[in-house]
């Protein structure tokens, strides 16, 4: 069984630049989670899909990041414009069932904003 | 709100040396508790959990066990390897919302 992947693996790109970032989820599990770790702090939870539709978006920072999932598969989370701020590693999560805490991660994007 | 307190590091350890990192939390409600681990290049994996006091995680030789009087949940080992150098998260989940909440996560190197 596949498990999380994400692309890219890394990304550096200049501020006021945008950038994508796909997570592709463990094949059935509905639930998919992104979560960023700015470097020497906590992962943090940015939000959580149900199939397609957003269920819980309160850690995303501001506007400027804007998260799909269109067919409740793939997921892209786009960053525009980027700021020196959003450098950090973005983990994706997927998991079967809700209200677990047992997600399985994939290995993250490092995005670098200069 | 929820918080996981973990602490400082980095730590390096010789190879059969005994491993403990200290995990303090603070949350409403009852949380689930885990330890994820995340090797070098790889994403984040699930270590061991507990989802109620007194019950004890383990897996590959590392213990924690739910501490409700303390809201501690350390992680153990009595003899670590190389292969267990890698970056350690304590984190909790209430069900209450769907995100787990992370610790700061600490590094461990073990020297042969």
């Known amino acids: 069984e596949a498990g999380v992947t994400q692309f890219p693996s890394h990304s550096v790109i200049e501020k006021g630049q945008t950038v994508t970032l796909r997570c592709d989820p463990i094949s059935g599990h509905d639930n998919l989670y992104w979560y960023r770790r700015v470097m020497g702090k906590e992962i943090k939870f940015l939000l959580h899909f149900v199939k397609e539709s957003k269920q819980d978006e309160s850690g995303m920072p501001n506007n400027r990041f804007l998260a799909e999932r269109t067919g409740g598969t793939y997921s892209t989370l786009k960053v525009q414009p980027a700021e020196l701020e959003d450098s950090g590693v973005y983990f994706c999560?997927?998991?079967?069932?809700f209200g677990v805490g047992e997600q399985y991660f994939g290995p993250g994007t490092r995005l670098t904003v200069t | 709100g929820n918080s996981v307190t973990q602490m400082e590091g980095p730590v390096t350890l010789s190879e059969e040396a005994f491993l403990t990192i200290n995990c303090t939390y603070t949350a409403t409600g009852y949380p689930s508790l885990f330890w994820y681990v995340q090797y070098p290049g790889e994403g984040l994996q699930l270590l061991l959990k507990?989802?109620?006091?007194?019950d004890k995680g383990s897996n590959k030789g590392f213990e924690a066990t739910y501490r409700k009087e303390t809201t501690s949940f350390h992680l153990e080992k009595g003899s670590v390897q190389v292969s267990d150098s890698a970056v350690y998260f304590c984190a909790l989940f209430t069900g209450a919302n769907s995100k787990l909440t992370f610790g700061k996560g600490i590094t461990l190197s073990v020297r042969p």
């Open positions: 507990a989802t109620k006091a007194d």
């Open positions: 999560a997927s998991s079967q069932v």
